[in-house]
C-alpha cells in the first residue's frame, strides 16, 4: 500500500520523506487555510520536496480545485496541472466533478476524486477515468456509518470489473484506520503526520530498548 501525507505544512512534508516511507501528498483547501499560503507556491513547493520520493519516482501531489462548477473546475484544474509534472487534478463527486474527470482523463491529466461517501460515487468516478478515488473514513464514522464498509464495498466493486482507479483511503484519523484500510485493500492511504508518527510508538519497542541500554550500560559500566 501506499502511503500519501494530508497535509500543506512543508516541515511536515519534509519529514515524512525523509523517514523514506514517503510515496505522495494530498491536499486540500481547508488544509491550504490552515496554512495561510499562496495555493500555487505553496504546491510548487509541495511538488519539489516529493520529487524522489519512497518510489523513486516524483510522488503524486493532489491539488483541488475550489470551483464547483465544470468551466470553473477545468480553467483551475489545467491551472494546477502546469505547476508540476506529478500534480493530480482533485475534483469533488458531483456531476460537474464527473464531467471535468472525463474531461481531464481525456487530456491524460490524472485526477483525484474527493469526497467519495458511497460506492457508486465510486463506480462512476472509474468509469470516467478517474486514477485515484478518495472514499473519507472518518466523516462517515462522525455519522455512525461504519467507514471501512464504503473501502471493503469499492474494492469489490472494482475488482469485480477489473476497474484501474486506485483507492485512497482519506479522513484517516488514528492508527487502527490505518492498519484497517490495508487490510481491506486500500491501493493507497492518506494519513495526517500525527498518525504516521503514532503507528512507530509501541510501548514494548520503548520499555524493550530502556532495557537494553540499561542492561548493556549496568555490564560494561559505559
Ligand atoms: O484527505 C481528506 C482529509 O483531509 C479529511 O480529513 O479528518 O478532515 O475528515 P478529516
Known amino acids: 500500500m501506499d502511503l500519501y501525507i494530508d497535509t ?6 519534509k519529514q515524512a520523506a525523509d523517514m523514506g516511507v514517503l510515496d505522495g501528498v494530498t491536499t486540500n483547501p481547508s488544509l ?7 495555493y500555487s507556491t505553496r504546491l510548487a513547493e509541495i511538488c519539489k520536496v516529493v520529487e524522489g520520493c519512497a518510489t523513486g519516482a516524483p510522488g503524486p501531489v493532489s491539488a483541488e480545485v475550489i470551483a464547483t462548477d465544470y ?7 489545467r491551472r494546477h496541472a502546469t505547476i508540476a509534472g506529478n500534480i493530480v487534478v ?15 482523463s481525456d487530456e491524460n491529466v490524472p485526477t483525484n476524486l474527493t469526497l467519495c461517501f458511497q460506492p457508486l460515487q465510486a463506480l462512476m468516478v472509474a468509469k470516467a477515468g478517474a486514477f485515484l478515488v478518495s472514499p473519507f473514513i472518518g466523516r462517515l464514522d462522525d455519522i ?10 469499492i474494492r ?14 482519506a479522513s484517516i484519523r488514528h492508527p487502527l484506520h490505518f492498519v484497517q484500510c490495508a487490510l481491506a485493500g486500500a491501493d493507497v492511504a492518506t494519513v495526517p503526520f500525527k498518525v504516521i508518527r503514532q503507528v512507530m510508538q509501541h510501548p514494548l519497542t520503548e520499555s524493550g530498548l530502556e532495557k537494553f541500554v540499561a542492561d548493556y550500560n549496568k555490564a560494561f559500566g559505559t
Open 32 to 38: 491550504i487555510a490552515k496554512e495561510g499560503v499562496d
Open 8 to 13: 500543506a505544512n512543508l516541515d511536515e512534508i
Open 71 to 77: 468551466e470553473g473546475m477545468i480553467k483551475e484544474g
Open 90 to 104: 482533485k475534483l469533488p463527486c458531483t456531476l460537474d466533478g464527473l464531467k471535468a474527470c472525463k474531461t481531464f
Open 156 to 169: 469489490q466493486i472494482y475488482d469485480n470489473f477489473g476497474l484501474p482507479t486506485k483507492i485512497l483511503a
Open 144 to 153: 455512525a456509518q461504519d467507514g471501512m464498509e464504503l473501502i471493503a464495498g
